[in-house]
């Protein structure tokens, strides 16, 4: 029993990282139609900005890993909205050209990761709470996945406040339905491309900095890394859905967490097999719009 | 209004070619508008009716000049032509589905002071469903919220796409009701399918055949035409006209009712 509790618990604190990838992801396919390969660079610049707050100010509290979880999320909003405003805004509609600014884009980031922050990872200290476990039915919980879990969950609830209670909300909302019909109510859409750019790349960047915790390093290949799985959880989840991907986000991880442990290490296989079916049987995704 | 204004097309389209996934469409369209009144532009299916009113506000890629009331707005992007003055309801009404009525209608306000008075007056029943989400209207319903939203702002003209189609008759004779109130303040140019709503309705036509202007004038003179309208659209313009109620102003869609959500306001 303590070993599910221990594999459920450590999949719901890799699944919010997921989420928090997967979310601006998501949302960007769904508004815009960019598959953003460059999503992975604003995690892993987000990540290298919190360890920066954190090596700078030679402390490991709580107020400094709040501070860079704001540093990392900054990070992470600025790099996103720098690359919609000057790469991607001229191509729209070239969906070709955007795919290869944004593989290129993230190929040119790790090299420049590299180029800053060495190419081995960086290990990383946080609060001392973070190295303690909390006993939950028997099992040993590492407190740093409760952190993951509980700020997913909040990035959750205020994306989705913002989605339905804001007039930009409600233009993304109709934006990934029917982007062409929101431009003929007089509406200039390139607002909000931006927007949710920067609100995924913020997203990205606060689950670089919770990464670099839950792994206890950053390195130039964690966005990369933490990447491929997003988009398997955006496609499962339904490209376009914000609730799709948190759904998503969670049940890849915890499979992939139960499949390594049960299935002798094959849980990446598992969730591909997963991905497999979903793209046979429900290729819109769980919650993603049928076209 | 100077009389020079009066008299001045609203709309003056020159030399439109338009493309879609790099086949022709439109092709070396022109035509004018006048400042008042509904003016029909009319054809056989997939003539390039839709594409003309889609390269007019730059939703398909087009060559050509479009000058609205004077003023040149080819170059414009979609947003600024619509802010401009130009109210568009499109073919399938477009709705956003996943999007409750009211807030179909408020993402449709651009103007300082919507016209959300006039609207409820038009169509009282959107009152009522307010927070019922635009996918679960009927065909009706959706139309409704379509046309409601070109009328909350002022606008300079209308385009509208086929507003009937697949229209139950009761409901055809209500939107032509609408559209007949809509004119008498705002030009339209409208593409419409039924002809007895373009008879009932539109004062000059404009007719397209494969994708160019093939005949121009008066709506009711083309009309009357057994031979040429037979010729250009394919059909006489003979069956019997919908029922058309005396004028009360509202659009209550009654038939085809989906469940009316909780009340709210618009």
Known sequence: ????????????????????????????????????????????????????????????NWGIFLLSLLVGAAAGAAFAAFTEFVLIRRLYQRHIEQLLITLGLSLAAVALFDGIWGTDPVFIQGPAWFKDTTEILGARIPNDRFVCIIAAVLVLLAMVFFLKNTRYGMIIRAGVENRSMVTALGIDVRKAFTL?????????GLGGVLASHYFGYVSPMLGGSLLIFAFIVTVIGGLGSLTGAAIASVAVAVL???????????????????????????????????? | MTAAAETRPILRIEGLSAHIAGQQVVEDVSFTVPATGITALLGRNGVGKTSTIKAIIGLIDRTGAVELDGVRIEKD??????????????????????????????LAERDDAPRRQLV????????????????????????????????????KILLVDEPTKGLAPKIVAEVAETLAEAAKTVPILLVEQNLHVVRQLAEGSVVLSGGRVVHTGSALGFLDDAELTQRLLGVAAEAPAPEIRENTG????????????KGAAL
Do not use: C
């Not at chain 1, 360890?51 to 700078?56: D, T, Y």
């Not at chain 2, 509202?250 to 959500?261: H, I, L, M």
């Open chain 1, 196 to 204: 949710v750019f920067t609100i995924g790349g913020a997203a990205a």
């Open chain 1, 1 to 60: 029993m303590s070993t599910v509790v221990l594999l459920l618990f450590t999949g719901l604190g890799l699944g919010a990282l997921y989420f928090l990838v997967a979310a601006g992801l998501s949302l960007i396919y769904g508004l815009m139609g960019v598959l953003n390969f460059a999503h992975g660079a604003f995690l892993t610049l987000g990540a290298f900005a919190g360890w920066e707050v954190a090596r700078r100010t030679g402390s490991d």
């Open chain 1, 256 to 291: 992939q967490q139960f499949a390594n442990f049960y299935l002798g290490g094959t849980g990446d296989f598992v969730v591909v097999l997963a991905l497999a079916l979903v793209l046979l049987f429900r290729p819109s995704g769980l919650l993603g719009r049928t076209s």
């Open chain 2, 120 to 155: 409820e007056d038009l169509f009282p029943d959107l009152l009522a469903r307010s927070a019922q989400m635009a996918g679960t209207l009927s065909g009706g319903q959706q139309q409704m919220v379509s046309l409601a939203r070109a009328l909350l702002n002022t606008n």
């Open chain 2, 250 to 261: 509202k659009f209550p869609v009654t038939t085809e009712a989906a469940p009316a959500g």
């Open chain 2, 77 to 106: 992007p979609t947003f600024k032509i619509i802010r401009s003055g130009v109210g568009y309801v499109p073919e399938d009404r477009e709705v956003f589905s996943k999007l409750t009525v009211a807030e179909n209608l408020r």
